[in-house]
Nanobody, 116 residues
Framework: QVQLVESGGGLAQPGGSLRLSCAAS?????MGWYRQAPGKQRELVAA???????NYADSVKGRFTISRDNAKNTVFLQMNSLKPEDTAVYYC?????????????WGQGTQVTVSS
């Protein structure tokens, strides 16, 4: 079973920065970050494949950058120019597609709070 361990959440001021990290126990083709704010649906923030292809939510384009270290099975999310609306629990996601279907694995979640 794939295990994901997140770190890097915390408190930041508006306009500040945080970097999230997620380490997977084994190699995964696609990794990314989702977030869920109170009373809202979980949404995709950013994702990246092992080949480096990325996609971002429109709300974070130009502010957040996703990257990964394939050798370490680790994905990062650099969050700059943070806004209060970025406040949410952020979940690391790993997706694996096999002959038996698609599997999603989730980290424990880390709180990101943006407030003055």
């Amino acid at each position: 079973q794939v295990q994901l361990v997140e770190s890097g959440g915390g408190l930041a001021q508006p306009g500040g920065s945080l970097r999230l990290s997620c380490a997977a126990s084994e190699s995964i083709f696609s990794m990314g970050w989702y977030r869920q704010a109170p009373g809202k649906q979980r949404e995709l923030v950013a994702a990246i494949t092992s080949g480096g292809s990325t996609n971002y939510a429109d709300s974070v384009k130009g502010r957040f950058t996703i990257s990964r270290d394939n050798a370490k099975n680790t994905v990062f999310l650099q969050m700059n120019s943070l806004k209060p609306e970025d406040t949410a629990v952020y979940y690391c996601n790993a997706r694996r597609i096999t002959a038996w279907g698609r599997y999603d694995y989730w980290g424990q979640g880390t709180q990101v709070t943006v407030s003055s």
